[in-house]
């Protein structure tokens, strides 16, 4: 059992946790419609729309974590369903934003810092958590390289060139909303990895091979340019 000043920041983490699920739902709805709109294969529609459910069931697995500690923290107001991308885009090339920034980025990023997480965590509800939302972060993610295929097929050589100058954007939003919030960035903390909250150090590393390995090869693999991405990566050498 933690002390109360241990469990009121590990909550804190899971609160933060919480909420990104929560953002995550209202994104992946989002992009479900998105993807109707422009006509994407019916399966992919599909696999955004189920996604969106899931980030919720992850958010209320979070508040039990929160609950378990014994720690009261408000409920959390709606998410802010915000359109992703910058102002210029067309509804085809916003909808690929999206997909790419959500799935291929935030999504394979959230994938790798909870595998990180597994093999730290003791055995109980928090790991158990972390393993259920891992498996689901992995099929998200598929969903983002999914229709950058379908789109490289329907549009040839060079369809989505155009993504390359987002990469960097892209990454600062994801780490900076989704990543920075679930690690404890104070060095005289004790250390909670075993209730599923990473140290700085072990989150750049973690963010630095997902982008290297995972992400950049895949950008390039569909013709976009994953210098910057690989610039961004580099900043936690």
Known sequence: ????????AVASIWQARERI????????????????????????????REAGDDERAHAVMCRAIVDE?????????????????PAGLDKRQRALYAAVAISCVTETLSAALLLAMN???????????????????????????????????????????????????????????????????RAERPDYSAHGVLRREQVGSVVREAIEQVIAPGLREHGIDPAAALRFAARYG
């Open 1 to 8: 059992m933690l002390a109360t000043d241990a469990a009121r």
């Open 21 to 48: 699920e929560l953002e995550a739902a209202a994104l992946f709805d989002g992009l479900a419609g998105q993807l109707a709109d422009i006509g994407a294969p019916r399966a992919l529609v599909t696999m955004a």
């Open 69 to 85: 500690l014994g720690v009261e923290l408000p409920p959390l107001p709606p998410p802010d369903a915000a359109p992703l991308g």
């Open 119 to 185: 093999d730290r965590a003791q055995p109980g509800r928090i790991r158990d958590t972390v393993h259920h939302i891992l498996r689901d972060e992995i099929s998200h993610s598929r969903l983002g390289w999914a229709l950058l295929a379908a789109e490289r097929e329907r549009g040839g050589e060079g369809a989505l060139t155009w993504l390359s100058a987002h990469l960097e954007p892209m990454l600062a939003e994801a780490v900076s909303a989704d990543v920075e919030p679930m690690f404890e960035s």
